[in-house]
């Protein structure tokens, strides 16, 4: 009922909650966040299935919020970095993993430099052959007259493969990247008296196989996959099993989830925005640009949180100390100030690539060059073969207000 009142758009401002899932899996959010933008940019709320919580709608409060780690914790002791904690003790059955996606500094900066190496522009040189290949191969194997899953077929293969070459994981058991990813990410499931146990085990199973892969590892000669990088640096060679741990699901879903979901994202535009592609396809320069435009207009990763660490004031708001503050990048990334028509998918946005969906910061995506590489390869590929894909019947989307992405997607590769 209280979901039925909200996508009428008419509730009481004090009783808007953007967490509610239901709004996702109908991607129904828009006109909310519209109204926050406009009428309550620090919005409290005071009871929601995550507990009290502050959403921060407009683009510069989310970056002065970024800008400000000090006051504005990323840390796992005071819940992390999505809506769903309050701090290690308070989540049932949630044993703490710190990850430094969810540490302040000094710890941060100094795990963050550890695999940063990874991510270098002559590490992306390095890659982008065998990602281009293994694109240009399965774009080849897909089917030309029938339709198929586009998530399964295309995002989950390309960005899965893309990992499991980042660890050199075992190719055959790559899917178990996904498997752990899509546990990982759920905040739901994590609330859920049954599926919470079952994706605590989930992560338990992703532990005990990397920390296998860890022993492997530390007994080889240094290596270039991020696994070795962790094992021989000073920064992390004495992370605890735990340290280890969140940092490898840090990477998995960092990097799974967001890719993959800007990969559907792709197929949503070339339908509904199929002549913005048409642009793309007759200057091929545009691509970079409509691969940003295209992260902003997916933001596949919805929010992030931080915690004040002290009282403060944002946005006009005296905000209390321990206060969960949730930064809606998919509503800065919205916002009218910098992107008029922001709802739209447009190929040539002069200034797409100053989205939010990488955040900004101290925090900001380390992977977003691998993620750029992938999105801008893909795209060459498809239009090298004068292919885009066309949505065919209604996506099943995501229950989620953190990871905003498909579940399942039929598409058919039509000629452009
Ligand atoms: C379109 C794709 C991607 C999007 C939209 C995305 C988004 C994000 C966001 C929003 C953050 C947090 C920023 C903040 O708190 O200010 C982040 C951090 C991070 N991402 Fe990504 N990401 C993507 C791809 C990747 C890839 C491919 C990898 C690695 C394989 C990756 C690894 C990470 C890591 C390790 C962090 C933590 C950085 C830190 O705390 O210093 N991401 N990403």
């Not at 979901?3 to 991607?27: H, Y």
């Not at 893309?162 to 994981?169: K, P, T």
């Not at 920390?211 to 004495?238: C, F, G, N």
């Not at 403060?312 to 100030?337: F, H």
């Amino acid at each position: 009922m209280a979901t039925a009142i909200k996508l009428q758009g008419d509730v009481p401002l004090d009783r808007i909650d953007v967490t509610d899932a239901t709004l996702w899996q109908q991607e129904a959010f828009a006109p909310l966040f519209a109204r926050l933008r406009a009428e309550d940019p620090v919005h409290f709320c005071p009871e929601s299935p995550f507990g009290p919580y502050w959403s921060v709608t407009r683009y510069r409060d989310i970056v002065e919020v970024e800008s400000l780690p000090d006051i504005y914790s990323s840390s796992w002791e005071y819940g992390g970095i999505t809506v769903l904690g309050d701090g290690p003790t308070l989540v049932e059955g949630e044993d703490p993993m710190p990850m430094f996606i969810a540490m302040d500094r000094p710890q941060h900066t100094a795990q963050r430099r550890t695999v940063a190496p990874a991510f270098t522009p002559s590490e992306m040189e390095r890659l982008s052959g065998s990602i281009r290949a293994r694109t240009s191969a399965l774009l080849d194997e897909l089917p030309r007259d029938a339709a198929f899953d586009w998530v399964d077929r295309v995002s989950i293969e390309l960005t899965t493969g893309m990992l499991a070459m980042l660890f050199d994981f075992p190719w055959e058991d790559r899917r178990k990247l996904t498997t752990w990813s899509d546990w990982m990410g759920d905040i739901e499931a994590a609330r859920d008296p049954v599926l919470g146990p079952k994706r605590m085990e989930a992560i338990w199973e992703a532990g005990g196989y990397f920390m296998k892969l860890w022993q492997e590892r530390q007994a080889a000669a240094p290596a270039p996959d991020l696994i070795s990088m962790m094992i021989h640096s000073d920064a992390t060679k004495d992370m605890t099993p735990q340290e280890y741990l969140g940092n490898l699901i840090l990477l998995i879903v960092g990097g799974n989830d967001t890719t993959r979901n800007t990969m559907s994202g792709l197929a949503m535009t070339a339908t509904d925005y199929r002549d913005e592609w048409l642009k793309v396809a007759a200057d091929r320069s545009l691509i970079p640009t409509a691969a940003q435009e295209l992260i902003r207009w997916q933001t596949p990763l919805a929010h992030m949180r931080r915690t004040t660490k002290v009282d403060t004031v944002l946005g006009g708001k005296a905000i209390p100390a321990r206060s969960k503050i949730v930064m809606w990048y998919m509503s800065g990334n919205r916002d009218e100030e910098l992107f008029p028509d922001g709802e739209r998918f447009i190929a040539d946005r002069p200034n797409a690539r100053r989205h939010l969906a990488f955040g900004y910061g101290i925090h900001r995506c380390v992977g977003a060059r691998l993620a750029e590489l992938q999105l801008g390869i893909l795209i060459e590929e498809l239009l090298d073969r004068q292919l885009l894909p066309t949505v065919v019947e209604a996506p099943t989307r995501v229950a989620s207000s953190f990871v905003h992405g498909y579940r399942r997607m039929m598409v058919e590769l039509r000629p452009i």
